[in-house]
Structures are given as structure tokens and as C-alpha cells.
T-cell receptor, first 112, second 111 residues
Framework: SAVISQKPSRDICQRGTSLTIQCQVD?????MFWYRQQPGQSLTLIAT?????????ESGFVIDKFPISRPNLTFSTLTVSNMSPEDSSIYLC?????????FGPGTRLTVL | DAKTTQPNSMESNEEEPVHLPCNHS???????IHWYRQLPSQGPEYVIH???SNVNNRMASLAIAEDRKSSTLILHRATLRDAAVYYC????????????FGQGTELSVKP
């Protein structure tokens, strides 16, 4: 089973700044995903990140706000740009390996 | 997106079986049924998945209706550590690996 780690585990940021979240998988995976979980809510899929291609964003999420990189088969980053308090959430990455989706522990972001 | 319907919350007593229902009336023949759970302050954790036949693993059993329009996750003996939000999710064959989470069922376990 894949083990997924994320950095940072939590951060407090000022509005208008950007934060990059890193996601590391301990094995090579084809598909990686980024989710957002707002307080008390379920998970919402932000985008799918496949190595070697541009990320595919879900409705309501755009690349300018949430740029994603996927430089290799074990790593991805999500940037939350020009943050506002509404971006305060837990951000989680996940990956399939091979028929089970594994999730990272999440990054808890607070925007002041 | 194919939708699942689950009760918002359920209660169980410790060491008793728990049956968590899920309706998915729009499921197609190639969509897998996945169950995940999320313990407080953790990322979701895989529980079990199936296509047509009932499935068992060390964590739980999955009973799938013959018409596949509903399924039930069975925890054979609930423990306090099973208190979590349980998500029933369809993995859509034509949408690759996307998992679209619903609101889930919050399970509380009483000692």
C-alpha cells in the first residue's frame, strides 16, 4: 500500500500571499489528486494531476488560483494563490495504488 | 456525476454489528462501489470495495444488492475506534480514478 506524506502539516498565512503544499508518495503512481475539505464538510475534488500532462480541474477551480505541478511519478505540489480567509481548509492529496486510493494526512491552512 | 445517498448519522453500541446503508440508483454496470472512512483529524482511509459480489476483508464486509442500486457496509463488531464518517463512493468507469465524495454517515459508537 502507498504511503503519502504532505508538507507542511499546517500553516497560518496572511491574505494575499501564496502557499505551496507538497505531496510525496513512497511508490510510483500514475494518477494523483488534490482535494479540499472545508470545516465540517466533506471532501471536494480540486483537480487530477497526471505526470507529463497538465492538471485537469473540476468545475469551480481554476489553474490561476490552484496551480499544480507533477514533475515525476512520486511527487506533486498544489499552490493556493492570492489567499483569502475563504481558502481556510484542509488540503489533501491522494493517489491510486493500484485499485485503492490512498490519502495523505492533509495540510490544515488558516488564512487571516 | 453518479450520486450516492447515505443517512447523515447512525449510532451503535460497542461490540455490536453495524449496518451502514448506501443507495446508488444511477450506478452503471462498470462502476465500482468504494467505502472509505475518515477518523477525526485524519485523511480518509480505504475500507472495502466491490463490483457485483459481496466482499469481505479484515475490516468489514460489503453486501451489494442484486440490482446494484444499493449496498451495505457491515462492521461485525463495532469498537470505539470505529467512530468516524463513512463514505460510500462510486468509482465511475468512464471518469478514470476520480472519487466524488458525498456527505457520508457519521457513526458514533457508545461504550
Amino acid at each position: 500500500s502507498a504511503v503519502i506524506s504532505q508538507k507542511p502539516s499546517r500553516d497560518i498565512c496572511q491574505r494575499g500571499t501564496s502557499l505551496t503544499i507538497q505531496c510525496q508518495v513512497d511508490s510510483q503512481v500514475t494518477m494523483m489528486f488534490w482535494y479540499r475539505q472545508q470545516p465540517g464538510q466533506s471532501l471536494t475534488l480540486i483537480a487530477t494531476a497526471n505526470q507529463g500532462s497538465e492538471a485537469t480541474y473540476e468545475s469551480g477551480f481554476v489553474i490561476d488560483k490552484f496551480p499544480i505541478s507533477r514533475p515525476n511519478l512520486t511527487f506533486s505540489t498544489l499552490t493556493v494563490s492570492n489567499m483569502s480567509p475563504e481558502d481556510s481548509s484542509i488540503y489533501l492529496c491522494s493517489a491510486w495504488d493500484p485499485d485503492t486510493q490512498y490519502f495523505g494526512p492533509g495540510t490544515r491552512l488558516t488564512v487571516l | 456525476d453518479a450520486k450516492t445517498t447515505q443517512p447523515n448519522s447512525m449510532e451503535s453500541n460497542e461490540e455490536e454489528p453495524v449496518h451502514l446503508p448506501c443507495n446508488h440508483s444511477t450506478i452503471s454496470g462498470t462502476d465500482y462501489i468504494h467505502w472509505y472512512r475518515q477518523l477525526p483529524s485524519q485523511g480518509p482511509e480505504y475500507v472495502i470495495h466491490g463490483l457485483t459480489s459481496n466482499v469481505n476483508n479484515r475490516m468489514a464486509s460489503l453486501a451489494i444488492a442484486e440490482d446494484r442500486k444499493s449496498s451495505t457496509l457491515i462492521l461485525h463488531r463495532a469498537t470505539l475506534r470505529d467512530a468516524a464518517v463513512y463514505y460510500c463512493i462510486l468509482r465511475l468507469y468512464n471518469q478514470g480514478g476520480k472519487l466524488i465524495f458525498g456527505q457520508g454517515t457519521e457513526l458514533s459508537v457508545k461504550p
